[in-house]
């Protein structure tokens, strides 16, 4: 069946986008630009998650009244280069007020449901003054709370979205207006049923905006990041990355999936179930191009791209002597699943289960929070040994399970390197290795110029 697309782009512009004025007026005229565009989604501006996280974790009053001095600041000096700051700012005083009045509350008494109310406002702020500056340069636009739209369960701090309500609300509340008018809305956050904020994870914009395309099956999600596309890997680690112009939808999954930050690893699951492509390109350089990610790519090559995810912790679960394996592993990961924490890179023995724990996308809680639930679930069935500090080095390819040189490729790179963990075979594509924290950046640099510098593995075909 052919699928029918509406004419409408969804564009989505990141921290470093929207960071002061003149950040948001180059976003706003790459919105201006594409006539195509009629939906907005942005994050907070650059450094305002991290203080309002900081906040809602209670703090010394001296301490909050640094920090909500440091966002107003941040905020009024946008404010103030707007030709009319009045149409705004009583709006934006507001949330203001709130987020100090939500800091205190947080200084009694915390909660993820409290830091997700007061984590949202990032982007409410964010969104009010990118709606005035689109005003006053001519555009008709509407500002839109995403909470309205984004239906979510009650998981806080990483909440899941509800595909069928927010299907519906966008039919009602969003697809009305962007036949006229530019509506411009908040990545990142969403209401459960209650009513209550909820968040979708840091870096949850991406997925906000994929969201909204399959949606209103749009026709492409742009987003719109400090960087011109996605790389062979973090160009600040090796300033050799080249560009990787066009990428498959599982190919860039894997890789946000496992640690390359220009991609939220959601993101791409809604696209891909309508098939909508995603542009990812530089606000700061619109005209230097990007990559697209669709959903197959001609010729790929086997070796496409290294990513790393950091702050990673080894976890290994020693079976009690008097349990059988097949009772013990099926406890264990009912109660990971009461926990609702996912065990990546899972091996099994007749002595126990080892698992990666990762919690770098949740907005509330930390590793050393979900060890403490861990331990306390855990302890009566098993005996935890924990090791911190770890980062997990991924190959993301081509049917990677049928190349016969991968091992000699990879391996001989990793001499000197204390690898705690590998896993292969699960997934045809990928490929990855668990090293020390502080060996991750070298073992990248030597794989990456054997797999995408040197001349001889430039041909290497799928």
């Known amino acids: 069946m052919t699928r029918i697309y509406s004419p409408f782009v969804v564009a989505k512009f990141g921290g470093t986008s929207v960071a002061n004025f003149d950040a948001m007026s180059r976003s706003a005229s790459i919105v201006l630009a594409d006539p195509q565009v009629r939906v907005v989604v942005l994050s907070a501006s650059s450094g305002v998650t991290n203080l309002l996280v900081s906040l809602s974790e209670g703090l010394s009053a001296q301490d909050r009244s640094d920090k909500i001095e440091t966002l107003r600041a941040l905020t009024h000096a946008i404010l103030s280069s707007l030709k009319q700051p009045d149409a705004v700012r ?139 596309g996605i790389y062979t890997t973090d160009p600040r680690i090796v300033p050799q990355a080249q560009r990787i112009d066009t990428l498959s939808f599982s190919e860039a999954s894997d890789m946000a999936a496992y640690g390359a930050k220009v991609l939220h690893p959601a993101t791409l699951m809604p696209a891909m179930r309508k098939n909508i492509p995603v542009f990812v390109g530089s606000s700061k350089n619109p005209e230097a191009g990007g990559t697209r990610v669709c959903r197959e790519t001609e010729n790929p090559t086997s070796y496409r791209a ?103 490729d990879v391996f001989s790179q990793l001499d000197g390197c204390a690898v705690r963990m590998v896993c292969h075979g699960a997934g045809e594509h990928n490929l990855s290795v668990l090293l020390p924290g502080e060996s991750a950046d070298s073992a990248v640099k030597m794989l990456h110029k054997r797999l995408f510098e040197q001349t001889e593995a430039q041909g290497y075909a799928a």
């Open 90 to 228: 009583p709006s934006i005083d507001t949330l203001l007020d709130s987020i100090t009045r939500l800091a205190d509350q947080a200084a009694q008494a915390s909660s993820p449901a409290l830091s997700d109310e007061l984590v949202s406002h990032g982007e409410l702020l964010s969104t009010l003054l990118f709606t005035a500056i689109l005003s006053e340069r001519g555009a008709k636009a509407n500002w839109l709370d995403a909470r309205e739209i984004i239906r979510t369960d009650s998981h806080f701090g990483c909440a899941e979205p509800d595909i069928t309500a927010i299907a519906q609300q966008v039919q009602t509340r969003l697809l009305p207006h962007v036949e006229d008018s530019i509506v411009v809305t908040q990545g990142f956050i969403g209401s459960d049923a209650d009513g209550r904020t909820t968040t979708l994870g840091r870096g949850g914009s991406d997925y906000t905006a994929s969201l909204l395309g399959e949606a209103l099956t749009a026709s492409r999600v742009d987003i719109w990041t400090d960087v011109a």
């Open 306 to 408: 290294l990513a790393v995810r950091r702050k990673q912790t080894l976890v290994k679960c020693r079976r009690p002597d008097a349990q059988s394996s097949v009772e013990f592993n099926a406890r264990i990961f009912a109660l990971l699943a009461e926990l609702r924490l996912q065990a990546e890179l899972v091996s099994t023995s007749e002595n126990g289960i080892a698992w990666i724990l990762d919690a770098t996308h949740a907005t509330s809680g930390d590793d050393g929070d979900l060890l403490t639930s861990l331990q306390e679930k855990l302890a009566a069935h098993c005996v935890l040994e924990v090791e911190s500090g770890l980062a997990l080095m991924t190959l993301v390819g081509h049917r990677l399970s049928q190349s016969e040189r991968l091992c000699r």
